[in-house]
Each structure stands twice: as C-alpha cells, then as structure tokens.
C-alpha cells in the first residue's frame, strides 16, 4: 500500500487573547519553577492559572488590558499559597 499523503495544515486564525495566553505558558512555567523548585509543582501551578482565566466569563476576560500580566499575577498568587499549604 502506498502511504496516503500528509495534507498541509493551514493557518488558524486565533483570537488575539488567546494568542497572548498561549505564548506566556513557558514564561509562566518558568517562573514557577523558581518559585516552587518543582517541575511537577510548577506545571499544576500553570494548569490552574490556566483554569482560572478559562472559567472566568468572557466579558472579564474582555475587560482586562494585559492577559499576560493578569496571568503572572495569579500564579504568583497560587505559587505562594501551593507553598504555604501544610505537606502531608
């Protein structure tokens, strides 16, 4: 059989909002890295950054100027509350 060729894929237009969210998450995972010292810890932090702008409704998300800063704002804030949680 002769292998079906590889369709190209084409350029989605994205949302701009969604582009900047996109391009933060190594700067994000970065930086919780040096605040949690943890690869796994640094990732849950993003993933619930991530998680808290998906469930805000969209008009907040409209009415913020700056994504990217709205995002290192809240990990930070997750960063710091993930380190003052009790271990077990």
Same mark, same amino acid.
């Given at each position: 059989?002769?292998?079906?060729? @590889? %369709?190209? *894929?084409?350029?989605? +237009?994205?949302?701009?909002?969604?582009?900047?969210?996109? #391009? $933060? @998450? %190594?700067? *994000?995972?970065?930086? +919780?890295?040096?605040?949690?010292?943890?690869?796994?810890? #640094? $990732?849950?932090?993003?993933?619930?950054?991530?998680?808290?702008?998906?469930?805000?409704?969209?008009?907040?998300?409209?009415?913020?100027?700056?994504?990217?800063?709205?995002?290192?704002?809240?990990?930070?804030?997750?960063?710091?509350?993930?380190?003052?949680?009790?271990?077990?």
């Amino acid at each position: 059989m002769v292998p079906e060729p @590889r %369709r190209s *894929l084409r350029p989605v +237009a994205l949302p701009n909002a969604f582009c900047a969210i996109v #391009a $933060e @998450r %190594r700067l *994000l995972k970065d930086l +919780a890295y040096r605040l949690l010292g943890s690869g796994g810890a #640094a $990732e849950h932090a993003v993933r619930l950054t991530y998680v808290r702008w998906y469930t805000m409704p969209q008009q907040e998300q409209d009415g913020i100027d700056s994504p990217a800063a709205w995002l290192v704002g809240t990990l930070v804030r997750i960063c710091v509350d993930l380190l003052e949680t009790p271990k077990l």
